[in-house]
C-alpha cells in the first residue's frame, strides 16, 4: 500500500531553520511530481513547494520563495523541504503529496492534481 510519512516538524523560533522529510514506500514514485503543502488552523489547504519526477524542476509559493528548498532523493525515495527564516505565519501542518500529473504549471499548485498525502506534521514558529 502505498504511503507516505512526514518527520522532521517541531517548535523553533522565528529566524530558525527545519528541514521536513517525506519517506515515500509501498510503491514507486519516481514518475510522479512530490510536493508540499500547509494548513494553518482555520485556513484552506495551501501549496508551499513542489519538485518534478527528475528533480530537474522546482515550484513555490511566493510566501516561501527565498527561504525555502525542495528537494528529492529518487534512490532513497524521499522529498525534503529545507526551510529557513521561519516567521510565526509559516506554523501549520505540513503535508507531503504525490501526483501522477505531468510538470503543468497550471496544476502543480493544485490540491487535486495530487493522488497521495501523507498525515502531515506540526511546524510551529514562535516570535
Known amino acids: 500500500q502505498a504511503q507516505l510519512v512526514e518527520s522532521g516538524g517541531g517548535l523553533v523560533q522565528a529566524g530558525g531553520s527545519l528541514r521536513l522529510s517525506c519517506a515515500a514506500s509501498g510503491r514507486t514514485f519516481s514518475t510522479y511530481i512530490m510536493g508540499w503543502f500547509r494548513q494553518a488552523p482555520g485556513k484552506e489547504r495551501e501549496f508551499v513547494a513542489a519538485?518534478?519526477?527528475?528533480?530537474?524542476?522546482?515550484s513555490y509559493a511566493d510566501s516561501v520563495k527565498g527561504r525555502f528548498t525542495i528537494s528529492r532523493d529518487k534512490s532513497k525515495n524521499t522529498v525534503n523541504l529545507q526551510m529557513n527564516s521561519l516567521k510565526p505565519e509559516d506554523t501549520a501542518v505540513y503535508f507531503c503529496?504525490?501526483?501522477?500529473?505531468?510538470?503543468?504549471?497550471?496544476?502543480?499548485?493544485?490540491?487535486?492534481?495530487?493522488?497521495?498525502w501523507g498525515q502531515g506534521t506540526q511546524v510551529t514558529v514562535s516570535s
Open positions: 519538485v518534478s519526477s527528475g528533480g530537474g524542476s522546482t
Open positions: 503529496a504525490a501526483g501522477g500529473v505531468g510538470w503543468l504549471p497550471s496544476r502543480i499548485g493544485k490540491s487535486t492534481s495530487y493522488d497521495y
